[in-house]
Structure formats: structure tokens, C-alpha cells
């Protein structure tokens, strides 16, 4: 019987204010970021998706809890997700807290979905993987053993971290320019030069995923209309011990809406793979507890893995002059912070190392760059380089002069 996990990323970042710094405002949260448009936006995703999917989603599981079936889902969901629905709409957490026991796995991550693992130091990065897995205990009872980095950025250092900071699994991009010739659909480890006790590496079916997560409604895709029942007989004919899933959660009514019929794919899903004598579900630490490494995943340091755009490596976030202007600032800016050791300041600056501020100004060609378009709220890479780098100038100026005081 072949194992398959269901993994969803909950994600919603804290915009910054696209006319720039407030500097009337009460706070220094509220200098920099755009509240009004972050809950015009998370109410948007909450009507679209995150209700209506979350809904789906639980009718289907009590439903076969009934009939004695347990399905398992994981979701990886973003501290600032979390920080806004308790703002904005607090009954999300309470639908994720009401789900039949043992449903739900909770995979940890980085503190506000940060990119701190390009950070020099890397002792900022293990803080923001404990402060979330803090975040997900106060909030869901479950003390996360699985991890993914950031976008399923992933080398071989971070699996050594991942296992030091107490992981027993670390999710990542099955690309083949690492694997080769192998399958995805097996658990495998880190190279024993890196780590003697290697943590478990869980590698996304890019395909499989992808076959809902970009081309579900795609009139022109030749598998086009795509039901639960075809995908469900595609995941039973893959060879290998276990199918890993792994999508943006707003795939399910937002990038996809729901006239395309991909909500009722969500809910019909689960009872279909549960009707399956080849298929079961597993929590991504049941995976990794039932099916031992099969060989190394070596992705050494300049060979980073993520799931973005063609090239899946971190070009997505630093691949330009000017992603990597404004990664080098913040990072000389941290230093500042870190002396500085206030509270407020501190959150300010993690907030501003969120992916997506990066995503944003990518400025990658052809489908990969309508995908960078999509998320981003600005006119032009340009015009978003020249918005994040004056609130980021301003950040760096009010740090230091409070060090000066």
C-alpha cells in the first residue's frame, strides 16, 4: 500500500504601505504596513477560500470519521497568517481547532514566512523556527516535527539545522536536476558528511501537484475536465512508497474559483483516496516514521532547492540587483536590531524579511513572470524596489537613532 500526504501552505504577508512611510503613525508597525490593505486583501482570500475550503474540507472529514476512515491533512501555516485571522477573522482558527482528532498535522516553519536562512548568522533562523513552533502550540495544541523552510527552500546545511533544532523530517522540491534518474515518491536523507543523523527529506511531486495547483481550470490542458476520480487513479498507478502533495491552500478558490468546480474536487478528494485499497493517508510524520531513507538528497550550498519558477532554486527572491540590494540592507540593518534588542523593532524587521517583498520585484521572463505578477501588488518590479527600499532606508534610520539615545 503506497502512503500519500496532503500538504497545504496557509499564507498571507504583511504588505507595506505602497505610498510609503506614515510618519504620523502611532506605531512603527503601522509606519511601515498597510492594515487596511492587508485585511481588504485577507478578507478577500477568507471568502473565496479559506471559509469555504476549510468547510469542505471538515465536512469531509467527519464525514468519514463516521464511516470509520481517517483522513490526514497537513497544513504549514505562516505566523502572520495566524496574526491576521485572529485580527481579521478569528473564526479560521477555531474551523482548524475543530477538526476530528488526529486530522490535522501541523508543520513548522520559519517566523513570518522569512527568508533569515540567507542570513549570515544562522542563529536568527533557528530563533524563528522555535518562535513558530511556539506560535503553533498556543494555537492548535501540537508541537510541529516536520518542517519546510520558507517556499521549500531547501540545501543540505538546512537539514543539519532542521535536525539539530530537534525535526524529524524536512519537506522540500523533488527537482531532478538532484535527483536524477530517482523518484520522488521516497523518503530520503542528508549526505552522512553533512549529518550523521541525517533528518528524513519529504520531496513534493511537482507534477502531481501542479496538475491542480496551475492546471486544473486550463480548458486547453488535454486532461482537462480534472475529477477527483482521475486524479485519484493517477496517484494510485505512481510507483514508489509515498506521494507527497504540497500546494498553496488559496488554490482552492481563489487561484482557482469556484465556478471551476475545484472546491468540490477538494471535498470528493479525500473520499475517493479513502475508498482506495493502494492508497492511505499519512500525516507527514507518519511517513516519515513508516518508510526509511531509500539514499541522500545532496543539495550542497550553491545548488539551492525551492519549489519557485523553472530554474526551483532561490533566484525567485535573490536572483536579481535588486532583490539583492534590499536583502544586503536588511541583513546590515539586523545587525543594528540585534544590539538594539527592542520588542517591537525586532518584529518590524522580520516582518520586513518576509518572502514575499522579494517575490515581488523579481523580474523573471514568460510564465514565471506572470506567476511573480500575480502575487505582486505593484505597478513594476521597479516601482516596488523603489517603495520597499525607502521603508527599509527609513527602518534603518529609526534604529539608529534610537541606538543613539
Partial sequence: MKSLTLSFEVHQPHRLREDGVKEDADTLHERYFDNELNKRFFEDVTENCYLPATRRLLEAARDLEEQGERPRVNFSVSSSWIEQAKKYRPELLELLNSFPEDTIEFIGQTHYHSMAVFLEEKEEFRRQLRTHSQIIQEEFGQKPTVMTNTELIYNNSIGRIASEEGFEGVFTEGTQRILGWRSPNHIYTQPDFETEEG???????????????????????????????????????????????????????????????????????????????????????????????????????????????????????????????????????????????????????????????????????????????????????????????????????????????
Fill in 199 to 405: 533528518t528524513a527529506v519529504l520531496l513534493r511531486n511537482r507534477r502531481l501537484t501542479d496538475d491542480v495547483g496551475y492546471r486544473f481550470s486550463r480548458k486547453d490542458w488535454e486532461e482537462y475536465p480534472l475529477t477527483a476520480e482521475k486524479y485519484t487513479s493517477w496517484l494510485s498507478a505512481e510507483d514508489g512508497d509515498v506521494v507527497n502533495l504540497f500546494m498553496d491552500y488559496e488554490t482552492f478558490g481563489e487561484h482557482h474559483w469556484k465556478g471551476t468546480g475545484i472546491l468540490d474536487f477538494l471535498e470528493e478528494l479525500p473520499r475517493k483516496i479513502a475508498g482506495q485499497k493502494d492508497l492511505r493517508f499519512m500525516s507527514a510524520s507518519e511517513a516519515v516514521r513508516n518508510h526509511p531513507p531509500v539514499g541522500e538528497f545532496d543539495a550542497f550550498r550553491y545548488n539551492t532547492v525551492s519549489w519557485a519558477d523553472r530554474e526551483m532554486d532561490e533566484t525567485a527572491w535573490l536572483g536579481n540587483r535588486m532583490q539583492k540590494e534590499i536583502f544586503k540592507k536588511l541583513q546590515d540593518t539586523g545587525g543594528k536590531v540585534k544590539r538594539l534588542d527592542e520588542e517591537e523593532v525586532t518584529e518590524v524587521w522580520r516582518k520586513l524579511l518576509t518572502s514575499d517583498h522579494l517575490h515581488h520585484i523579481a523580474t523573471k521572463k514568460d510564465t514565471d513572470e506572470s506567476v511573480h505578477s500575480y502575487f505582486s501588488y505593484f505597478d513594476s518590479p521597479q516601482q516596488g524596489f523603489k517603495v520597499i527600499m525607502e521603508h527599509i532606508r527609513d527602518f534603518d534610520s529609526q534604529v539608529s537613532e534610537k541606538l543613539r539615545k
